[in-house]
C-alpha cells in the first residue's frame, strides 16, 4: 500500500521555515529561467508579428537584412506587375518599395546614442501592414519631409514628439504624427516617403520590395518565377519568415546565456534541496522505521521521500514562475544582431512557457530528494527503531 499524499504534505508544512528557504533558492533558479523563456517568446512574437501572413518581401539574393540589399527601380517594376500580386479597388498593384536606412539618436534618461531604423514607404506602404495605427497625429504627406515615429521610438528617445524635428540626411524632418504597431518590430522604427528617404541619403536603388499575394497559395509560383528571371537577382520569402528570421541571432544568444546562467544556479538549488531531504530523513529516523514496521515497504518509502522532494520542487516552480509573470509589465531595449539597430520588446508568458518551468522544477525537485530518498527506503526497521 502507498502512503498518503495527505501525509508527506503534512510533513512539509511541519518544517515549513526549511521548506520555505529550500523553496525560495529553486524559485530563484525558476525565476532566471522563466524569464529567460519569456524573453526569448517576446522577441519572437515582436518579430514574427511583424509579418502578414500574405505579404511576401523580396530582397537581393545573398542578403540577410534588408539593410544588405539593393533592388534597382527596374526589378521592382518587374516584380509588382506579376499575375501573383493583389490589386486595389483602383486596379493598382499592393506593392511597396521600400529602403531601410540606419541613424543614431539619443535615449532619455541615458543619453546614449543607439541606432533607429528609418523606413522609406510607397504610398501602399501603410496599406499592407494593417496593425500599424495612428495613435496621434496625422499620416505623412508623400513627397515631403514629414515622418511618423513608433511607440517605442517616441518612448525611448528624445526629439520624437509631434512637431519635434529631426536632423540627418542633410535635411530636417518634421514628426507629424505617432503610430502603433500592436507591439510588433515597426514600433522600433520611423517611416517616411520613399522616394524623399532616397534623395536625401543618396541612394538610387530601393533596399526591399513588399507585396501583398492575390491568393495564399500563389506564393510558390511568385517565388519560382523570380529565382529563373535572369532580370532578377533576388528572393522572397514570406514576411513572418523573413522577421523571424531576424530574431535568430539574438534569441540563440539570449538562450545561451540564459540557460548556462540557470544550469549554474540550478546546481546550487538542487544541492539545497539535497541538504534539505537529508536533514528531513535524518530527523525521521524513528518515524520511517514505524512506517516500514506497520507494513509499508521500501517502495513507499522511496516514493514518499521522492514525493516531498517533488512537491518541494512544485512549490519553488510556482513561486518562481509568479514572480517571472510580474516581468510582463515591463518591456526590454536591445540591440537586434542582425540589423544593429534598437529594438523593444516585452516578457510574455505563453502555456509553453509555463509547462516548461513546471517541468523544470520539477526536475530539480526529483534530482535533489532521490538521494535522500534512496537512503531512506534503505533503513533497516530495527536500527531505525531503536532511535526512539
Known amino acids: 500500500m502507498a502512503i ?29 529561467f522563466a524569464t529567460v523563456l519569456m524573453l526569448d517568446a517576446g522577441l519572437k512574437k515582436t518579430l514574427v508579428s511583424t509579418g502578414e501572413a500574405d505579404n511576401v518581401v523580396v530582397i537581393r539574393k545573398g542578403a540577410e537584412t534588408e539593410i544588405q540589399s539593393a533592388i534597382d527601380r527596374g526589378q521592382a517594376n518587374v516584380m509588382e506587375m506579376h499575375p501573383s500580386v493583389a490589386m486595389n479597388g483602383d486596379g493598382r498593384p499592393l506593392a511597396s518599395k521600400e529602403t531601410v536606412v540606419l541613424i543614431s539618436l539619443t535615449k532619455l534618461g541615458t543619453n546614449t546614442p543607439a541606432n533607429v531604423v528609418i523606413r522609406g514607404v510607397s504610398p501602399m506602404g501603410v496599406q499592407l501592414r494593417p496593425q500599424v495605427k495612428l495613435t496621434a497625429g496625422r499620416m505623412f504627406r508623400h513627397g515631403s519631409s514629414e515622418i511618423i515615429v513608433g511607440s517605442s521610438i517616441a518612448k525611448g528617445f528624445g526629439g520624437t514628439r509631434i512637431g519635434d524635428h529631426l536632423r540627418f540626411a542633410q535635411r530636417d524632418w518634421t514628426v507629424v504624427g505617432h503610430y502603433d504597431a500592436g507591439g510588433s518590430g515597426f ?21 526591399s520590395m513588399v507585396v501583398r499575394l492575390a491568393r495564399s497559395d500563389a506564393f510558390e509560383r511568385f517565388r519560382s518565377d523570380i529565382d529563373v528571371d535572369p532580370r532578377l537577382a533576388d528572393e522572397a520569402k514570406r514576411e513572418q519568415v523573413f522577421y523571424g528570421d531576424q530574431s535568430k541571432a539574438l534569441s540563440t544568444f539570449i538562450n545561451i546565456l540564459g540557460f548556462t546562467l540557470s544550469i549554474i544556479f540550478s546546481i546550487a538549488a538542487m544541492i539545497g534541496a539535497m541538504i534539505t531531504m537529508y ?58 544582431f542582425q540589423t544593429f539597430a534598437d529594438l523593444s520588446f516585452r516578457f510574455i508568458l505563453t502555456p509553453s512557457v509555463i509547462v516548461k518551468t513546471l517541468v523544470f522544477s520539477v526536475i530539480m525537485g526529483f534530482v535533489g530528494g532521490f538521494l535522500p530518498a534512496m537512503r531512506a527506503s534503505r533503513m533497516n526497521i530495527v536500527d531505525a527503531l531503536r532511535t526512539r
Not at 5 to 28: D, E, K, P
Not at 306 to 317: I, K, Q, T, W
Request: aromatic residues 10%; positive net charge; charged residues 15%.
Open 187 to 207: 514600433d522600433s522604427e520611423i517611416w517616411g516617403d520613399v522616394d524623399q528617404l532616397m534623395q536625401s541619403f543618396r541612394r538610387t536603388t530601393y533596399s
Open 4 to 32: 498518503p499524499v495527505s501525509y508527506v504534505a503534512r510533513n512539509l508544512w511541519a518544517r515549513r521555515l526549511t521548506t520555505m528557504l529550500t523553496a525560495g533558492g529553486l524559485a530563484l533558479v525558476v525565476f532566471v
Open 279 to 336: 536533514a528531513s530523513v535524518a530527523n525521521r529516523v524513528a518515524e520511517i522505521g514505524t512506517l516500514r514496521a506497520l507494513g509499508f515497504k521500501r517502495f513507499d518509502v522511496l516514493g514518499a521521500f521522492l514525493l516531498e522532494a517533488l512537491l518541494l520542487g512544485l512549490v519553488g516552480g510556482i513561486a518562481g514562475l509568479g514572480c517571472a509573470a510580474l516581468m510582463q509589465l515591463a518591456s526590454f531595449s536591445t540591440t537586434n
